[in-house]
T-cell receptor
């Protein structure tokens, strides 16, 4: 069974704080993804990584950065959190097949 | 025009009925199509994938793909209250550097009432 875990289920941060969201997968997958999910907008891709230290911007990368130092771990960083980054953040991983496996999500509230 | 479009619903059907969920996509060269189910407060889980024109059946679920019309649908037969969830349509972006990136629709909320 593929397992994708995220460091926190719920987070409350203040405007301007630097926020780290961590994602770990245990299936040796090359590809990892960060999405945010907002009502009425579906899932939108923020960044993805296709190998260690390799990354590409998704559709909405502004205000975010990522880090992939090890194959199993993909971190999303909010450099200076803003209220419009309040959202559900979902991490996913994919191996050689087409299926993306999602983590449980982190609900972030920025005050 | 959104790349992947779904009716947001909510779609309400009685128990035992057929639920029909629809999705259109704008990029004609899209190659792979997926339906994810997301229960409230949970993460999406894959329930169906389809790659070629026609129907694909898995238990009570049937995915239908029509590439000429750029249309993919999901039928749920004998709907159960446990099928109540948000259903997300996703399309793989074509191209060698896509690394399997998915574009999602906004999701359709399905409610099956007893």
């Amino acid at each position: 069974d593929v397992k994708v875990t995220q460091s926190s289920r719920y987070l409350v941060k203040r405007t301007g704080e630097k926020v780290f969201l961590e994602c770990v997968q245990d299936m040796d997958h090359e590809n990892m993804f960060w999405y945010r999910q907002d009502p009425g907008l579906g899932l939108r891709l923020i960044y993805f990584s296709y190998d260690v230290k390799m990354k590409e911007k998704g559709d909405i990368p502004e205000g975010y950065s990522v880090s992939r130092e090890k194959k199993e771990r993909f971190s999303l960083i909010l450099e200076s959190a803003s209220t419009n980054q309040t959202s559900m953040y979902l991490c996913a991983s994919r191996g050689s097949g087409e299926t993306q496996y999602f983590g449980p999500g982190t609900r972030l509230l920025v005050l | 025009q959104k790349e992947v479009e779904q009716n947001s619903g909510p779609l309400s059907v009685p128990e035992g009925a057929i639920a029909s969920l629809n999705c259109t996509y704008s990029d004609r060269v899209s190659q792979s199509f997926f339906w994810y189910r997301q229960y409230s407060g949970k993460s999406p889980e894959l329930i169906m994938s389809i790659y070629s024109n026609g129907d694909k059946e898995d238990g009570r679920f049937t995915a239908q793909l029509n590439k000429a019309s750029q249309y993919v649908s999901l039928l749920i037969r004998d709907s159960q209250p446990s099928d109540s969830a948000t259903y997300l349509c996703a399309v793989t972006r074509p191209g060698g550097t896509s690394y399997g990136k998915l574009t999602f629709g906004q999701g359709t909320i399905l409610t099956v009432h007893p």
